[in-house]
């Protein structure tokens, strides 16, 4: 599969077996060559070209406009930077929802033009028909439920979801059929802790957390977030290991004074 050598790539095989041996799993989001070269160098398990692109790289406020098109875009962006990780790519809005046939032809899309090795989408029974389908051609599969953005205006907010009691036992029974029907892993994303574990103890497969606690078996984060690159954005699920808004305004602000006041280019810095 890979082209380069002394590489042990990580499978969708690798992740169960992290999850049977009680290995934490680490997911990242990834959209771009550069980073996806630096997120996979420094050893990350999986990277998610998330349709939080719709967000961070496109500035949309919401995930829903970005297309097929876009994240096929990133996805092969992101391939072309990595050497053993495995890349997951989100199915975007409208691509998979309610017709089953166009899902698959989709997912077919993505895997054929991007390179990547996998594809996610969001929901549980109602698109447990376009799991299935997708499935049959021997694509991967990677659930996601809790707060599923593509869905917000049903919603209506970003904030914690099943709390509740229903919510909760429906949330259980939808990792189960997606297990039944052939995920290999599933993102459980802003529940209670305590539901998360109970999901991760209740299946098989790996489960992925984001704000869903750590009785889960492995987490992702947005990698803008928590490189601190978007200052906006502070939720209290979010460990945010650097501050690269401000480091790199310092070093825009440092190189346009240079400009300005004529100190850059010097004679080393030049021909
Ligand atoms: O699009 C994304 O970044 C995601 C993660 C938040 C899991 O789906």
């Not at 771009?32 to 990350?44: K, L, N, P, V």
């Not at 398990?45 to 692109?53: E, F, K, T």
């Not at 919603?155 to 189960?176: C, P, S």
């Not at 994303?189 to 109970?198: Q, R």
């Amino acid at each position: 599969m890979s082209v380069h050598k002394n590489v042990k790539r990580v499978t969708t095989h690798t992740l169960q077996e992290m999850k049977n041996a009680g290995v934490k799993i680490s997911m990242l989001t990834g959209y771009d060559f550069s980073m996806a070269r630096i997120i996979d160098t420094a050893g990350i398990d999986v990277i998610l070209v998330g349709d939080s692109a719709s967000n961070v790289m496109a500035g949309h406020e919401t995930t829903l406009p970005i297309t097929l098109d876009e994240m096929i875009y990133h996805a092969s962006s992101v391939v072309r930077g990595v050497n053993r990780a495995l890349v997951v790519v989100d199915m975007p809005f409208g691509s998979y929802q309610g017709n089953s046939r166009e899902a698959l032809s989709s997912a077919i899309r993505i895997m054929k033009q991007s390179g990547a090795h996998a594809i996610k989408l969001e929901g549980g029974r109602e698109v447990i028909e376009s799991v299935t389908r997708i499935l049959t051609a021997g694509i991967p599969v990677m659930g996601h439920l809790g707060l599923t953005p593509q869905s917000i205006y049903k919603f209506g907010t970003y904030t914690v979801r099943a709390k509740e009691d229903e919510e909760a036992q429906r949330l259980i029974e939808d990792a189960k059929l997606l297990e039944e029907a052939g995920c290999f892993a599933i993102v459980l994303e802003k529940i209670p802790a305590d539901l998360a574990e109970e999901v991760a103890k209740s299946v098989s497969i790996p489960i992925i957390g984001i704000g869903a606690g750590n009785g889960v078996d492995g987490q992702v984060l947005v990698v803008h977030d928590m490189l601190g690159i978007n200052n906006e954005f502070s939720p209290r699920f979010l460990r945010k290991y650097n501050n690269l808004y401000e480091e790199m305004m310092g070093s825009i602000q440092r190189y346009i004074e240079d400009v300005k006041s004529g100190d850059f280019p010097n004679e080393n810095e030049q021909y």
